[in-house]
């Protein structure tokens, strides 16, 4: 072996470089932010929000709850693929608290972090919470490529002209997403028995039963997610059509890489959605939609978080008591 290839040369300024990148591009989003705020009448934001019915409000806090409560049951499948003994309650708790932490705050901290840590203070294995968080990641993509493709293909909402992709470009976008949750079903039933080793680490597809009813599960989560806006929307713009912004802006998201996809979600929803419904009437729905389906479950979360983190500590201290004992009984 060759000194090179033994001691792998070292590049100190990557790591700025990297940050100046996002830090750049992160000051261009929040340029287009401003500007598009500018042009709204806050006021009239406000006075929508107020407007809004408790009927409305009530229903898309129902349609939210049962969106949270179903993505909490997606690390029951990742139980089911290690088979470790938590209880059910445990689990879904556990996936509660990342997935309103991964929200807010983006899933290195949310969907992945709290995870490990959680899951680790209950005894659950490096090994066995990786595999969790990859059953869980799968779960949640495939659904998303699956009704994208379906959505994206079937109604493709009108782009503006200055985009670089067209209502065309989106069928394309679509078709594939579709073609690539159907072939990873596909792959999961000819390759459900194989095992591959990756950094001392072994995996495997599941079965194709189970990727099914991961689709089945996202899929419908997905849905509950856009009829919540469509609900706070108050009927002003089709479902369908509500669906494919929301899956469109989501797709923004994920190139921008903002917590949250804070202020990503209502620029692409004002964008494509501006001529149809009033610019405050629409900002007062996603201010809504935030406030339901993100900060309340986040404020939910962060207490029950802190509870676990009291009782874990209570254990510890407790433990260290009683091995304390046993020692001074041996005495």
């Known amino acids: 072996m060759n000194a090179a290839a033994a001691h792998p040369v070292h590049r100190p300024w990557w790591p700025w470089v990297r940050r100046a990148v996002v830090v750049l591009f992160l000051c261009g989003v929040a340029v287009l932010v401003v500007r598009q705020a500018r042009t709204i009448d806050w006021r009239e934001v406000l006075d929508a929000i107020q407007e809004l019915p408790l009927a409305t409000v009530l229903a898309a806090a129902a349609l939210a709850a049962c969106s949270h409560a179903l993505y909490s049951t997606y690390d029951l499948l990742g139980r089911r693929l290690t088979r470790h003994r938590l209880g059910t309650g445990t689990v879904m708790g556990v996936t509660f608290i990342s997935y309103a932490f991964n929200l807010n705050l983006g899933s290195m901290v949310g969907g992945i972090g709290f ?83 990756i950094r001392g680490h072994r995996i495997g597809p599941p079965k194709a039963r189970m990727a099914l009813l991961q689709l089945a599960m996202s899929t419908l989560n997905w849905s509950l997610i856009g009829s919540v806006i469509w609900v706070l929307l108050q009927g002003a713009v089709d479902y369908p059509h509500v669906l494919a912004v929301l899956l469109l802006s989501v797709m923004a998201t994920l190139i921008v890489r903002v917590p949250g996809g804070i202020g990503v979600l209502e620029t692409v929803f004002v964008a494509l959605l501006s ?15 935030r406030g339901i389906y993100y900060l309340l479950p986040l404020l939910l979360a962060a207490l029950a978080y802190a509870v676990t983190e009291i009782h874990a500590r209570r254990l510890r201290v407790s433990n260290s008591r009683t091995q304390g004992t046993r020692k001074n009984c041996h005495v």
Not at 141 to 164: I, N, Q, R, T
Not at 275 to 289: D, I, K, T
């Open 115 to 197: 995870r490990f840590r959680l899951y680790s203070r209950l005894g659950i294995k490096y090994d066995d919470i990786t595999r969790i968080v990859g059953c869980s990641l799968l779960t949640n993509w495939a659904g998303y490529l699956f009704l994208a493709g379906v959505v994206f293909m079937s109604w493709p909402p009108e782009l503006p002209p200055d985009w670089k992709l067209d209502s065309g470009g989106l069928r394309i976008a679509g078709a594939i997403g579709l073609a690539l949750a159907v072939g990873y079903v596909a792959f999961c039933a000819w390759a459900h028995e194989r095992r591959w080793f």
């Open 275 to 289: 001529y149809r419904v009033p610019p405050g009437q629409l900002l007062a729905a996603l201010l809504a939609y």
